[in-house]
């Protein structure tokens, strides 16, 4: 396993580099995203919300490998060719913002309503008390959740194997079918995600504990 | 739009719903197998048995961090160097089984915790073994909390085996790609079909689930 993982040390880890970009550019896209789509299911007008309502709800509950496949054909053959990093990149971002959407929503949900009603009656507009007041509140109470966001982004950036977007799946795959060694080869490759996505389970597993 | 009309065929329309019907038949086995298996292992991580629950809580944790491609992938290609192959479909329910189980064994060892502790100190009080206890009073009172938790573990299970695709299991996914194989016109209806089954049944097991929480509460 040993010689397997330094025969190969260079195709491993430029995988791992691309999975953690990839997850890294989703999750920093998905949150903005995620947080607009959240603010408008919480807004005065009806119209807002249904459209957040219905963006949630429909990403939510399509499988991540369609909507990725999907951009990474469809984008491909009409507009412009991207390559499947971009591809995939695209569709975790799309799937994962839903959740976070949800995510934050449920956190805004928490912060009592007076602090709005009390932001709101100095004065302040809407979005000014959405930002400076409820959000910041928010935020903190969905730092564990979107700490587990994070590890299923992470885990769900192996779809990228389906489009050749160079992830540590895909590597991990081209390597399994040259060398033969498949056990020691995904054993491999399952260490790399593991490195990533155990310590911040335990970490926010803690910080579960402590906010509780 | 003679495209779409050409891509939804009652053939091809037929074959999508006959891909639909092994998702939810790989689905429905995965998740009675993993809702066995993963009660087990929640409530052997609850209970604290000294290495024993260390053991298994770490196993847990280590698959739940996988990605359920790899276990897929492992599962197929991994598993006959074992000596052991398992044809497509079994090897989908096999990975789903043992991803889904870890899953539900942190749901059910959570909904657990939630219970009041005065529950079980009471059912011991009152003469009853831990076994009972458990069986009588916590887990009932346990799952009945759980079952948000668990229907959107249920639903993203389903999701899921559109994974199995890349081991050619005939699921939905896997169905879809054969059709629009056919005509790169065929991609977009195609895709819009997938999206609207996998939705409607997702999508109404999560308004099932609102359903009887409300019920529940």
Redesign the interface.
Known sequence: MIKLLVDNWSAFISGFGWTVLSSLLALFFSLIIGSLFAILEVMPSKVARVIGNVYV??F???????IT??FY??IT?YVVKINGFTAGTIGLTIYTSAFIAETVRSGINSVDVGQMEAARAQGMTFWQAMQNVVLPQAFKLVIPPLGNQF?NLV?????L??VAGFDL?YQ??AI?STTFE??NT?VV??LF??VI??PI??YMQHLERKLA | MQNWIDAYSWINIRFLLQGLEITILISVISVVLSFIFGSVLGIIRYAKIPYFSRIIGFII??I???????II??TY??L???GFKPDTIPAAILAMTVFESMMIAEIIRSGILAVDIGQMEASRAMGMKMGQAMWHVVLPQAYKKMIPALVSQF?SLI??T??A??IVVPEL?QHGQVV?GQN?NY??PV?VA??IM??VV??AL?LLSKVIDRRMA
């Not at chain 2, 739940?64 to 790899?70: D, G, I, M, Q």
């Open positions: 709800e429909v939510r509950n399509i499988p991540l490998l369609v496949m999907f054909l469809v053959l590890i885990k769900n950036s192996s779809v194997a389906f799946m991990g795959n399994a498949t056990v995904y490759v399952g995600y593991l996505t155990l389970s335990y | 944790d280590v739940r961090n996988l990605p359920l491609l790899l992938f492992f290609f991994g006959p160097a074992f639903i999701k899921d559109s994974l695709t890349i996914m629009y790169p991609i977009i895709f997938m999206a996998y939705f997702c999508y999560s």
